[in-house]
């Protein structure tokens, strides 16, 4: 089975700063990775996925993550925020092939001016 | 259509009261996922189908709960006997096995809430 740890609940973080979102996870296969985000009162955006190849994968609004089997880790960063950028992020795991996934249990994104 | 639909947007049941909550998938997604989400933790898995073979229902927490798909496209998931417990926001995704496109894309929900 798989299971996924997001290390903080929250995360303050001032407007133009960096930010990064911790998730690790914990599996006996090889796994496909992602990150969503979910604003209020809606369903979860797709923010990048990690399925083979290059390690550092790129999303959208500015955001990316690297893979990192040896810590097996997948933290997200972004090296500029913004107040727009406040909502809840989940990490999730699937083994490869399509299955269900496994969420963590979120980290909140604050952005304060 | 562009995306999953999900209805209706918010459902207030009373306690005992069997509920019905639809899932339009993306067009041409075969697999098609039900999640629970409470208020303040991560989605779980309920069920999952692959076109209308229901391959997984390991996730739903009790024989009250019960899915369908029998057209393979629109899915529902029924809740009977309503319990405060149930309460939390339901989440369908729809996915494609295409490696281009792999992923899975989430509707809105349906906020269900048991008085």
């Known amino acids: 089975a798989q299971s996924v740890t997001q290390l903080d609940s929250q995360v303050p973080v001032f407007e133009e700063a960096p930010v990064e979102l911790r998730c690790n996870y914990s599996?006996?296969?090889?796994?496909?990775l992602f990150w969503y985000v979910q604003y209020p009162n809606q369903g979860l955006q797709l923010l990048l996925k990690y399925l083979s190849g290059s390690t550092l994968v790129k999303g959208i609004n500015g955001f990316e993550a690297e893979f990192n089997k040896s810590q097996t880790s997948f933290h997200l960063r972004k090296p500029s925020v913004h107040i727009s950028d406040t909502a809840e992020y989940f990490c999730?795991?699937?083994?490869?092939?399509?299955?269900?996934?496994?969420f963590g249990t979120g980290t909140r994104l604050l952005v304060s001016p | 259509g562009a995306g999953v639909s999900q209805s209706p947007r918010y459902k207030v049941a009373k306690r005992g009261q069997d509920v019905a909550l639809r899932c339009d998938p993306i067009?041409?997604?075969?697999?098609l996922f039900w999640y629970q989400q409470a208020l303040g933790q991560g989605p779980e898995f309920l069920t999952y189908f692959q076109n209308e073979a229901q391959l997984d229902k390991s996730g739903l927490p009790s024989d009250r709960f019960f899915a369908e798909r029998p057209e393979g496209s629109v899915s529902t998931l029924k809740i009977q006997r309503t319990q405060q417990e149930d309460s939390a926001v339901y989440l369908c995704?729809?996915?494609?096995?295409?490696?281009?496109?792999?992923?899975?894309?989430f509707g809105s929900g349906t906020r269900l809430t048991v008085v």
């Open positions: 067009s041409g997604h075969v697999s």
């Open positions: 999730a795991v699937t083994p490869t092939g399509f299955q269900k996934l496994v």
């Open positions: 995704a729809s996915g494609s096995m295409k490696r281009e496109y792999y992923g899975y894309t």
């Open positions: 599996s006996s296969v090889s796994v496909y």
